[in-house]
């Protein structure tokens, strides 16, 4: 990890879902070279089925709208297929494979209407 997260967090890249006070998901997004990538979304397991990935997923969405972006990006491991068939079903498309340390990742991109 290279990343300085704290400075993500300065410039406002990390937001929270919080339930009775205790964060039960986040989601990582920000400007890069190659467009506006959601880096990191999770929901804790016993919050998923929610909407609570999804709620923040759209939170994505509108930053990206709100900096200029007319599409965003993320990608995740191929064999997550659960990830995959719920992008798929949010409007995200496939359009790479990357071997990343001997993992394939699926890199998929969202146009905004």
């Not at 964060?23 to 909407?51: C, K, N, S």
């Not at 007319?70 to 990830?83: A, G, I, K, P, R």
Request: charged share 25%; proline share 1%.
């Amino acid at each position: 990890m290279v990343a300085d997260y704290a400075e993500v967090v300065d410039r406002g890249g990390v937001v929270v879902a919080e339930a009775g006070y205790v964060v039960v998901g986040m989601i990582l997004a920000e400007r890069t070279e190659e467009g506006f990538l959601i880096d990191y979304l999770a929901v804790d397991p016993d919050h998923q089925g929610r909407g609570i990935g999804r709620a923040l997923l759209v939170h994505a969405e509108d930053q990206a709208r709100r900096t200029g972006h007319d599409s965003l990006y993320l990608y995740t491991h191929e064999l997550m297929s659960e990830n995959l068939k719920l992008y798929a079903q949010l409007g995200y498309e496939e359009y790479d494979r990357r071997n990343h340390g001997g993992a394939i990742l699926v890199h998929m991109r969202k146009q905004l209407g």
